[in-house]
């Protein structure tokens, strides 16, 4: 109840003195149906995060701006910088159940692997779309919680254009990124680049980032093709976790000095559009290849696993006014293949003999449509269906060996309606179904030793949202009913496998304000209160109904605060506060403890100098000592409790000149 009353305090003070500046929402374009369309077309409840408010903001990462700016939890539970997502409560399998997508495209890995944010520099993003609860019909499965899709920037028409960026902060961290914009009447080019380098704040966790994209653009707004490319390359250390002891003499240590991975990654993507008159014709193909390495000296193990998938996603869109009112109707199929192999060893120089191995492939395959109408001035309907086929296959030898195949029908549905109650309300209902296919590594060790069945979940939610002179309110409450739900439990078999649940269920309410108080001030405020809950289930003799699922907070808030200032110079300042939540490996809710709720408060100093922008910027700037990943009663942990903690204060300047 505290963390609630602290929520609802922020949205509270939000109301009462304001939120954050939004641009004109006639002038913003966004993809919500997978098609260009306008602001105001878009369902009601999509938060955009637009390019500026990426830059004002505190974050220097991707998981910490969404944690900011859309409402999500995140966490480190590995030491990486690729945090962990969690929309809507979904706990340790938040990443499965959250669909990120690359300008359309799914970034979610085929494992239970975070998705890898680290490789999107913020700078390259044009805007962010955050739907809440939605995303099954268009894009398919693991979007129960939401979808988020990251459109990234493209040539600019204009004149050529050269960024720089440079900056340093605490822990040794040292940051370069660079682009070039050549533009064209018909034909358009940017390039850019990015270096990251740091210490971290734990021992052994030095991190070493470098990517690379580009995008080549020919044609115009009717009719256009687009190649987007790129690379990335991370090596990174592994500090491990720190118990209770630990904790308190020694934070920053490291009981695992010689664990280690890497990764290397390369993408690219064809997209074509063509408009002839009401019709519009999209289509994007996508190849990626990803090889991942792993070292954990400590427990004598290594792996490596390498992954391609492609896809090819055509799609139509119809667009009229039949009977004097708009509507719009949009077709597509989605075909995507994904091939995963992994092998494990005792070390890298024994990896061509490995212990263990495992191959995996998926075929999916997918029809769907969403018709997208006025019924009447002041009502909007949306219906949509998905069928999806689904072929999995597994092959493992050494530990666990089977050969195992499924196939799979799942499908997704959606009904929605937004009504306008008048000039400034909207209210707006949904109903829904989704699904969720298990990853490699959850069919790689099972509790029944079969290959699981996927996850499904009925949704509904009610809100209202409220428009007028810069200020905008929404609230809405939500419930998601799961069948079948993926999930490890460490009471199914001696050590824990991976198992289909009983009924599982999540609930909330989501209250999000933002308004521009005066020519100087902008203000932004989130609060939300979640639970997650077991219905039924006896689990290893442990009757789990009513039981609470680990590592979902009750509450999560930030309030938000930008006062520009003179001389061209802004400040902007974030209080961001995580509830208390059950620690991971407590489905049993037997421990008496809950991991503890902590407020961090952020802040940053800008001014920009003609061509010249300069920034300073603390986080944690009360030297908050917190962790937002424990585990209890864990292999090789010397006390109940072992957690990933976090860094204190920490610092970071820039500098970036733009010249044409």
């Not at 061209?568 to 403890?593: C, I, K, M, W």
Request: hydrophobic share 40%; glycine share 10%.
């Amino acid at each position: 109840m505290r963390g609630l009353a602290v929520g609802l305090s922020l949205v509270l003070s939000m109301l009462a003195l304001s939120a954050q500046a939004q641009p004109d929402d006639d002038a913003i374009v966004v993809t919500a149906v997978r098609f260009p369309e306008r602001r105001l077309d878009a369902p009601v409840g999509m938060t955009i995060i637009t390019a500026d408010a990426i830059a004002r903001d505190t974050a220097r990462t991707l998981p910490e701006l969404l944690a900011h700016l859309g409402g999500l939890h995140v966490r480190d539970n590995s030491g990486s910088p690729d945090l962990q997502l969690d929309l809507r409560g979904f706990g340790i399998t938040g990443d499965q159940n959250t669909l990120v997508l690359l300008d359309g495209v799914r970034l979610n890995e085929n494992d239970l692997s975070p998705t890898k944010l680290s490789a999107i520099p913020l700078q390259s993003i044009e805007r962010i779309e955050i739907v809440r609860g939605s995303g099954a019909v268009l894009y398919g499965g693991g979007a129960t919680g939401g979808t988020i899709n990251i459109i990234t920037k493209g040539p600019q028409a204009g004149r050529p254009a050269v960024t720089a960026f440079a900056g340093a902060g605490s822990f040794d961290t040292l940051e370069a990124r660079a682009s070039v914009n050549l533009p064209g009447e018909r034909f358009g080019a940017l390039l850019s680049g990015s270096h990251l380098e740091s210490d971290n704040y734990r021992a052994n966790n030095r991190l070493r980032q470098d990517n690379a994209t580009g995008e080549l653009r020919y044609g115009d707004d009717a009719a256009n093709l687009a190649m987007k490319f790129g690379g990335d390359s991370q090596r990174l250390q592994l500090p491990g976790t720190r118990d209770e002891l630990e904790l308190a003499s020694d934070r920053r240590g490291t009981n695992t000095p010689g664990d280690w991975s890497t990764r290397d990654g390369s993408f690219v993507t064809l997209l074509g559009r063509n408009s002839v008159g009401d019709f519009e014709l999209a289509a994007d193909a996508a190849y990626r290849d990803q090889l991942t390495t792993a070292n954990y000296a400590s427990l004598a193990s290594y792996y490596e696993a390498r992954l391609h998938s492609a896809t090819f996603s055509p799609r139509l869109r119809w667009q009229g006014e039949p009977g004097g009112l708009a509507a719009s109707l949009v077709l597509g199929a989605d075909l995507g293949y994904w091939s995963y192999g992994r092998q494990f060893a005792a070390s890298p120089a024994s990896i061509g003999s490995p212990t263990s191995t495992s191959s995996a492939d998926q075929d999916a395959a997918s029809l769907y449509a969403q018709l997208n109408g006025q019924v009447t001035r002041a009502a909007k309907l949306t219906l949509g269906w998905r069928s999806e086929r689904v072929s999995s296959t597994l092959e493992q030898t050494g530990f666990a060996a089977s050969s195992l195949a499924q196939t799979r029908s799942p499908h997704a549905s959606e009904i929605g309606l937004q009504y306008a109650l008048a000039a400034a309300w909207t209210a707006f209902g949904r109903l829904a179904t989704s699904f969720r296919i298990a990853t490699v590594d959850e069919n790689a060790f099972t509790a029944s030793g079969d290959l699981l069945e996927p996850q499904t979940a009925r949704q509904r939610e009610l809100g209202i949202e409220y428009r007028h002179n810069g200020l905008r309110l929404r609230g809405d409450a939500y419930t998601i009913d799961l069948e079948h739900e993926i999930y490890f439990s460490p009471l199914v078999v001696p050590f824990g496998a991976n198992t289909n649940l009983a009924p599982t269920r999540r609930t909330g309410f989501e209250l999000f304000a933002e308004w521009a108080l005066a020519e100087q001030i902008d203000l932004g405020a989130t609060a939300i209160y979640q639970t997650a809950k077991f219905k039924s289930g006896v689990y290893g003799g442990v009757d789990a109904a009513g039981k609470d699922i680990p590592l979902v907070p009750r509450a999560l808030g930030s309030l938000r605060a930008t006062w520009r200032l003179p001389s061209r110079a802004r400040l902007e300042g974030t209080l961001s506060y995580v509830g208390h939540q059950r620690y991971d490996n407590d489905q049993a809710n037997g421990f008496p403890q809950h991991m503890p709720s902590y407020l961090l408060a952020d802040a940053k100093l800008s001014r920009d100098l003609g061509d010249w922008s300069v920034a300073a910027t603390v986080r944690n700037l009360f030297d908050k000592r917190y962790y937002s990943y424990a585990i209890v009663d864990s292999f090789g942990c010397a006390t109940p409790i072992c957690a990933y903690p976090q860094a204190g204060r920490t610092w970071f300047a820039s500098a970036e000149l733009r010249f044409r």
